[in-house]
Every structure is written in structure tokens, then in C-alpha cells.
């Protein structure tokens, strides 16, 4: 499969571009710098020059593709993680436990402060810049209604 990446030379981007390459995948990522491209090349993926304002750049980079893992965009503002450990919870029939922030502290490490802040971020901008609307199913039905942790049958719209 050929799959765009966006912010592909990032610290999530570059995990996810490895991965695909490892699996077989072609992967052309979103580069702005001589260094981005270098980075792509090493790493066994093809670049595409551009930012993320470069809307011409971007649509090129799309129509290439069959997949699209965009690390710049969210749709929906403000799930709360609370909401997304009970999709996942009763989707794995786990128990959904409270935890006091010592306790959290203990069990999460250094994941604690980022499971702990309040930051909702919102698309309002990449939807007036692309002229975007999410189509698909939201976070939470998506991760409950999809086939999402289903072994061997990963359908995830997200
Ligand atoms: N890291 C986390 O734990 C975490 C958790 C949740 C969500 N996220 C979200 O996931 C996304 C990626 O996070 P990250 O930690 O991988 O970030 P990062 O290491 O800072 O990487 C950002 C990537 O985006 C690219 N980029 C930034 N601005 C751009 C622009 N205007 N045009 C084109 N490319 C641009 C950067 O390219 P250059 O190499 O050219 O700078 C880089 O490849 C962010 O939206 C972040 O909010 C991250």
C-alpha cells in the first residue's frame, strides 16, 4: 500500500514511517527541510516537499496515496480520556478503575502528567484552511463500533 505521512519526521512520525516501511509498505512523507529529506531517505521512504499550509502540496501527496496518516489533525475538540478508557474498557470487557493522582503517578511513570493534563485541541483551523468536514465515525463510536480491537481485522476509520 502507498500511505502519505504528514509530520513524518517527527517523534510519533518517524516510529509509524518505520513501521510501514518494515512491513512492506511505500511510504512518502511531508518534508520541509534538506535534513527531512535525508532523514525519509535513510529511513526507506520517499519525500514530498511541502508544509502543512501548502494546500496544493498536500492534495498531491493525497491523490499518490491509498492511505493517509495525517499527524496534524484531530475531529472532534475536547474527548475527555476518561471517555476513551471507557470505549476502550467495555469494548475489551476490562475493568474501568479511578486512581488517585499518587496512584496514577505509580501506575502510568513518566505517562502520568500527559494522562493528567486538561489540553482539548480542536481542527477548527485545518477545517477552514482545507475545507475539511470528518465524515467518518468520531473517536469514541469508532473505537467502539469499527471491529477496532478485534484481532486480525483492524478496520479503523482513525
Ligand atoms: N508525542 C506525543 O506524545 C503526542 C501525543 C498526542 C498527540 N500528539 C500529536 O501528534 C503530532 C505529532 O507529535 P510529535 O511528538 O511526533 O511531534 P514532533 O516530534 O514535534 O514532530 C512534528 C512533525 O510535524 C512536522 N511539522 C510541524 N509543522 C509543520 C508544518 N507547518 N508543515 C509541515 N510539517 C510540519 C515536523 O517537521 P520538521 O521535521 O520539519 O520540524 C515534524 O515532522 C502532534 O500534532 C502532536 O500534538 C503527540
Redesign the pocket.
Known amino acids: 500500500m502507498r500511505v502519505f505521512v ?10 509509524v514511517v518505520r513501521e510501514l516501511v518494515e512491513a512492506g509498505h511505500q511510504v512518502i ?5 534538506a ?2 529529506v535525508e ?1 525519509l531517505v535513510a529511513a526507506g521512504a520517499r519525500s514530498l516537499v ?5 494546500v496544493e502540496r498536500l492534495r498531491e501527496g493525497a491523490s499518490e496515496a491509498d492511505a493517509v496518516i495525517p ?4 475531529g472532534e475538540t475536547g474527548v475527555a480520556l476518561k471517555d476513551i478508557a471507557g470505549a476502550i474498557s467495555r469494548s475489551l470487557g476490562l475493568p474501568l478503575v479511578s486512581l488517585s493522582p499518587d496512584e496514577a503517578t505509580e501506575h502510568f511513570g513518566w505517562f502520568a502528567p ?1 494522562a493528567a493534563i486538561d489540553a482539548p ?1 480542536t481542527s477548527d483551523r485545518t477545517r477552514a484552511l482545507l475545507g475539511w468536514t470528518p465524515e467518518h465515525a468520531g473517536l469514541l463510536a469508532d473505537l467502539t463500533q469499527s471491529g477496532y480491537f478485534s484481532i486480525g481485522s483492524a478496520t479503523s476509520s482513525h
Not at 29 to 33: F, I, M, N, Q, T
Not at 50 to 54: I, V
Open positions: 504528514t509530520g513524518a519526521t517527527g517523534w510519533v512520525g518517524s516510529a512523507g511531508l518534508v520541509r527541510s535534513q527531512g532523514k511541502g508544509s502543512l499550509e501548502d499527524f496534524h489533525a484531530i500527559f485541541a
